[in-house]
């Protein structure tokens, strides 16, 4: 059994795992900690949930640690690209959590929030700085951030970034950062898009991969209700008044579609929660709390904002509609059955989508199972 002391990991981050609590790497970290350590570039397949942010988190901050220096005003010694907010707050506080004996600046920038603090806090540089491509585009231009001394480029979730239309901001802001330092490239899916990206970005890379693209979890029981569109919501409420429902996250096409759905479960007596990219980042962060907490057992959300929501204990995801990328239903129906545990994906589907579920049986080369309407799901 591999153990972190075993990766080569120096005494300070190995007593902040353990006061986190984690004692083995997973599989993605175990391939890719030791690449990272040797200074070579890498690039990853694997799925939100798999331990990827410690697997570059830890040797970076060893690396940082190893070769002290003061990052340049108004710059940073690591840059990380992430998709959305919600990923990019949880890989800053990976980072402060596993550098907290190192003594590590960690800066944070996403939009939705003012840039005033945020240019603040790079004026006297950072270690590492966390960003999405767009709000960091923004301070490019104001020149309150500079990347010219950067050492280290991470970009994580590189597919999505495709999906949001990040790539020319991407080659943009890498662009202005020196040729000669390492780079670790993140993705769940390989696209030819995303791999004709990875091959500009890096040298001579590592190449690691856990979870085969396109497979879903093994312990999701999945199956779809073939069902009008007309009768979804009841579909969905006789759903979720199951007890045996707990902590579930449902998925919708669009911002206006996920406001919707918690309207009707309001007025119908489920409590419940949006989280899309019209919220407020206050609004955000309120949802995930009083989903995480427990106070609200059903989230919904769109594709877009549920990338870097990391909940455990959720036992069920229902796609009230289903994804026309098929990629996207491997992500989705991954935010259950984490960490040993069991779930179910129950995916509604009508006339409109039986190709989009077509295209979903064809990647994931598995047939879902048909399953009866629960009850007699009322029309909208």
């Known amino acids: 059994m591999t153990s972190f002391a075993s990766l080569g990991l120096n005494a300070a981050l190995l007593k902040a795992l353990e006061t986190e609590g984690y004692t083995t790497p997973t599989p993605i970290q175990a391939q890719a900690i030791p690449h990272v350590l040797a200074g070579r570039d890498v690039q990853g397949i694997a799925q939100t949930g798999t331990g990827k942010t410690a697997a570059f988190a830890l040797p970076i901050l060893q690396r940082l640690a190893a070769n002290r220096r003061p990052p340049a005003r108004g710059g940073c010694r690591v840059l990380v690209l992430s998709p959305t907010r919600e990923l990019a707050s949880q890989i800053a506080e990976s980072f402060r959590a596993y550098g907290r004996n190192i003594g590590v600046r960690v800066a944070l920038m996403?939009?939705?929030?003012?840039?005033?603090?945020?240019?603040?806090?790079?004026?006297?540089?950072?270690?590492?700085?966390?960003a999405t491509p767009g709000r960091l585009i923004d301070h490019m231009q104001d020149r309150t951030v500079r990347l010219d001394l950067t050492e280290i480029l991470v970009l994580d979730e590189a597919d999505h970034m495709l999906d949001l239309g990040?790539?020319?901001?991407?080659?943009?802001?890498?662009?202005?950062?020196?040729?000669?330092?390492?780079?670790?490239?993140?993705?769940?899916?390989?696209?030819?898009?995303?791999?004709?990206?990875?091959?500009?970005?890096?040298?001579?890379?590592?190449?690691?991969?856990?979870?085969?693209?396109?497979?879903?979890?093994?312990?999701?029981?999945?199956?779809?209700?073939?069902?009008?569109?007309?009768?979804?919501?009841?579909?969905?409420?006789?759903?979720?008044?199951?007890?045996?429902?707990?902590r579930t996250l449902v998925f919708t096409r669009t911002k206006h579609g996920a406001d919707k759905v918690v309207r009707y479960l309001e007025e119908s007596g489920i409590p419940a929660v949006a989280i899309h990219g019209n919220k407020s980042q206050p609004q955000r962060e309120r949802a995930l709390a009083a989903f995480r907490s427990g106070?609200?057992?059903?989230?919904?959300?769109?594709?877009?904002?549920?990338?870097?929501?990391?909940?455990?204990?959720?036992?069920?995801?229902?796609?009230?509609?289903?994804?026309?990328?098929?990629?996207?239903?491997?992500?989705?129906?991954?935010?259950?059955?984490?960490?040993?545990?069991?779930?179910?994906?129950?995916?509604?589907?009508?006339?409109?989508?039986?190709?989009?579920?077509?295209?979903?049986?064809?990647?994931?080369?598995?047939?879902?199972?048909?399953?009866?309407?629960?009850?007699?799901?009322?029309?909208?």
């Open 166 to 246: 990040f790539i020319i901001p991407i080659r943009r802001i890498t662009a202005t950062i020196p040729a000669a330092r390492q780079t670790l490239f993140f993705s769940a899916t390989m696209p030819k898009e995303i791999g004709a990206l990875a091959a500009g970005m890096l040298r001579d890379p590592a190449h690691v991969a856990v979870t085969p693209v396109a497979t879903t979890v093994e312990k999701v029981e999945q199956s779809v209700i073939f069902v009008e569109g007309a009768r979804k919501r009841g579909v969905l409420f006789d759903l979720l008044r199951d007890t045996t429902t707990g």
């Open 295 to 380: 106070e609200t057992r059903v989230l919904i959300a769109t594709d877009i904002a549920a990338r870097g929501i990391d909940v455990d204990g959720v036992t069920h995801v229902i796609n009230y509609d289903l994804p026309n990328v098929p990629e996207s239903y491997v992500h989705r129906i991954g935010r259950t059955a984490r960490a040993g545990a069991s779930g179910v994906a129950i995916s509604l589907c009508d006339n409109e989508e039986r190709a989009f579920l077509r295209s979903i049986e064809k990647l994931t080369r598995t047939r879902v199972p048909v399953m009866a309407i629960p009850g007699q799901a009322r029309a909208a």
């Open 110 to 130: 996403f939009g939705g929030v003012p840039k005033g603090r945020q240019a603040r806090a790079m004026a006297g540089g950072v270690d590492v700085l966390v």
